[in-house]
């Protein structure tokens, strides 16, 4: 019987042998590699994440070494190993170019149909959908939609198109081809993510909720633009409290989305300054969508008026706004902003639209402007405090736009947010 101490050396001898192996294989002496890694793979029966590798090593280094049959025979053995004890290939310690170029070796010499009844190595095997996938945009809808005349019932071509649809904006032909998905496979976590996308952009939001409340809790933890889409959904939808906690899980790079940043604009009006819930919180739910949309909440400070509820114009105005600014048509986006803002000078909320159309469209001085209006920010209001230290930086009020920039910056990202970070803070 062999002590713990004899267990222990014969460990090392392996893994020695394994070591030995790797450095002859970078030094191209592959014969001598070969015999090093086929005697490691006899220490390491009961490790099969270590068996998978030595095997995966071996078969590169008999092929480099001229030993073709050799290493037909090790591929089978590896295949072996990988069917008992699913996951071992996953968990094998290669490099990136050595795994790269075993996977090549592996796809030359196995034929698919082994690969594919190996659950670690079927996702090997690129799928005609993934191949169509790989072409440049004006032939990737051809093959997709050719793919899916022919297999109809293949939920890999509608979600390919759909796919394809959400990169082209068109939010349309998402709901047809997600459709189309979850016909084929109803709770398909892939179509109902990208159908909540396209519902949200369309402010479908009661449907988009339904979906998103779909997805299981590992599915939303590993997208986060559904993430996104829930804090706008439950915002919209009546959920301050709901949303607030799910603006927490919105990762910092979605934050400055537009529907997103719009309704954190919102929930910050609802909650108010310290976070407190106000009246609009706690009202019906069928108080009309304009009002609820276009509310404003104004403490009293210098330069401005308290609270005023906005009218049926202003919210058309911010609405209309909105989605010009959404088209990178700020200019026009201000236009509507000023017109608006004659009949009603005290709005603050079109007053911080305007510093976003204005801060965007680079009209610096007419931004700077509007800083006087709206101030002081809450907490909250991250964004509009970056339009804030934008327009002041560039019209040389540098210090105020500095106080503003230190207290957006934790909460806003991207490039711009980057660019102007640099240089109002001296650091990204």
């Given at each position: 019987?062999?002590?713990?101490?004899?267990?222990?050396?014969?460990?090392?001898?392996?893994?020695?042998?394994?070591?030995?192996?790797?450095?002859?294989?970078?030094?191209?002496?592959?014969?001598?590699?070969?015999?090093?890694?086929?005697?490691?793979?006899?220490?390491?029966?009961?490790?099969?994440?270590?068996?998978?590798?030595?095997?995966?090593?071996?078969?590169?280094?008999?092929?480099?070494?001229?030993?073709?049959?050799?290493?037909?025979?090790?591929?089978?053995?590896?295949?072996?190993?990988?069917?008992?004890?699913?996951?071992?290939?996953?968990?094998?310690?290669?490099?990136?170019?050595?795994?790269?170029?075993?996977?090549?070796?592996?796809?030359?010499?196995?034929?698919?149909?082994?690969?594919?009844?190996?659950?670690?190595?079927?996702?090997?095997?690129?799928?005609?959908?993934?191949?169509?996938?790989?072409?440049?945009?004006?032939?990737?809808?051809?093959?997709?939609?050719?793919?899916?005349?022919?297999?109809?019932?293949?939920?890999?071509?509608?979600?390919?198109?759909?796919?394809?649809?959400?990169?082209?904006?068109?939010?349309?032909?998402?709901?047809?081809?997600?459709?189309?998905?979850?016909?084929?496979?109803?709770?398909?976590?892939?179509?109902?993510?990208?159908?909540?996308?396209?519902?949200?952009?369309?402010?479908?939001?009661?449907?988009?909720?339904?979906?998103?409340?779909?997805?299981?809790?590992?599915?939303?933890?590993?997208?986060?633009?559904?993430?996104?889409?829930?804090?706008?959904?439950?915002?919209?939808?009546?959920?301050?409290?709901?949303?607030?906690?799910?603006?927490?899980?919105?990762?910092?790079?979605?934050?400055?989305?537009?529907?997103?940043?719009?309704?954190?604009?919102?929930?910050?009006?609802?909650?108010?300054?310290?976070?407190?819930?106000?009246?609009?919180?706690?009202?019906?739910?069928?108080?009309?969508?304009?009002?609820?949309?276009?509310?404003?909440?104004?403490?009293?400070?210098?330069?401005?008026?308290?609270?005023?509820?906005?009218?049926?114009?202003?919210?058309?105005?911010?609405?209309?706004?909105?989605?010009?600014?959404?088209?990178?048509?700020?200019?026009?986006?201000?236009?509507?902003?000023?017109?608006?803002?004659?009949?009603?000078?005290?709005?603050?909320?079109?007053?911080?639209?305007?510093?976003?159309?204005?801060?965007?469209?680079?009209?610096?001085?007419?931004?700077?402007?509007?800083?006087?209006?709206?101030a002081p920010f809450s907490e909250r209001e991250a964004l509009p405090m970056f339009y804030a230290a934008v327009v002041l930086y560039q019209t040389g009020r540098t210090q105020e736009a500095r106080e503003y920039m230190?207290?957006?910056?934790?909460?806003?990202?991207?490039?711009?947010?980057?660019?102007?970070?640099?240089?109002?803070?001296?650091?990204?």
């Amino acid at each position: 019987m062999m002590t713990l101490a004899g267990i222990c050396q014969a460990q090392d001898f392996y893994r020695a042998r394994l070591d030995a192996g790797k450095e002859a294989y970078r030094q191209k002496r592959y014969a001598e590699a070969a015999d090093q890694f086929r005697i490691a793979t006899f220490g390491f029966l009961d490790a099969p994440p270590l068996l998978s590798e030595s095997l995966a090593r071996l078969a590169l280094a008999q092929s480099f070494a001229a030993r073709t049959s050799d290493a037909g025979t090790t591929l089978s053995r590896f295949v072996d190993v990988e069917r008992r004890f699913g996951g071992s290939y996953a968990h094998a310690t290669l490099e990136p170019q050595i795994r790269a170029e075993f996977q090549t070796l592996l796809l030359q010499r196995v034929p698919a149909a082994s690969l594919r009844s190996v659950t670690g190595l079927a996702g090997l095997i690129e799928t005609p959908a993934q191949k169509a996938a790989k072409l440049p945009p004006h032939e990737r809808r051809k093959a997709l939609e050719a793919g899916f005349r022919n297999e109809p019932q293949n939920v890999e071509w509608p979600l390919g198109l759909a796919q394809e649809a959400s990169e082209r904006g068109d939010d349309g032909d998402v709901l047809t081809w997600t459709g189309r998905a979850l016909q084929i496979q109803p709770g398909n976590s892939e179509a109902l993510a990208l159908q909540a996308h396209a519902r949200t952009q369309r402010r479908q939001y009661t449907e988009a909720l339904t979906d998103l409340k779909g997805l299981p809790s590992p599915e939303m933890e590993r997208r986060p633009q559904s993430r996104a889409d829930l804090f706008v959904c439950l915002l919209e939808t009546g959920d301050s409290s709901g949303a607030e906690k799910a603006f927490a899980n919105v990762p910092p790079e979605l934050r400055t989305r537009p529907d997103v940043a719009r309704a954190n604009q919102k929930l910050t009006a609802r909650l108010g300054p310290a976070g407190h819930a106000t009246p609009s919180t706690t009202a019906s739910a069928s108080a009309a969508a304009s009002r609820e949309a276009a509310q404003v909440h104004s403490a009293a400070g210098p330069g401005r008026a308290g609270s005023a509820g906005p009218s049926p114009q202003a919210a058309a105005a911010l609405a209309e706004s909105r989605r010009l600014m959404d088209a990178r048509k700020a200019g026009d986006a201000a236009k509507i902003l000023l017109q608006a803002l004659q009949s009603e000078p005290d709005n603050r909320e079109l007053r911080v639209a305007l510093l976003e159309a204005c801060c965007l469209s680079g009209d610096w001085r007419r931004g700077a402007e509007q800083v006087a209006f709206v101030a002081p920010f809450s907490e909250r209001e991250a964004l509009p405090m970056f339009y804030a230290a934008v327009v002041l930086y560039q019209t040389g009020r540098t210090q105020e736009a500095r106080e503003y920039m230190e207290r957006a910056r934790p909460r806003v990202s991207g490039q711009f947010v980057d660019e102007y970070a640099q240089k109002i803070l001296g650091r990204s």
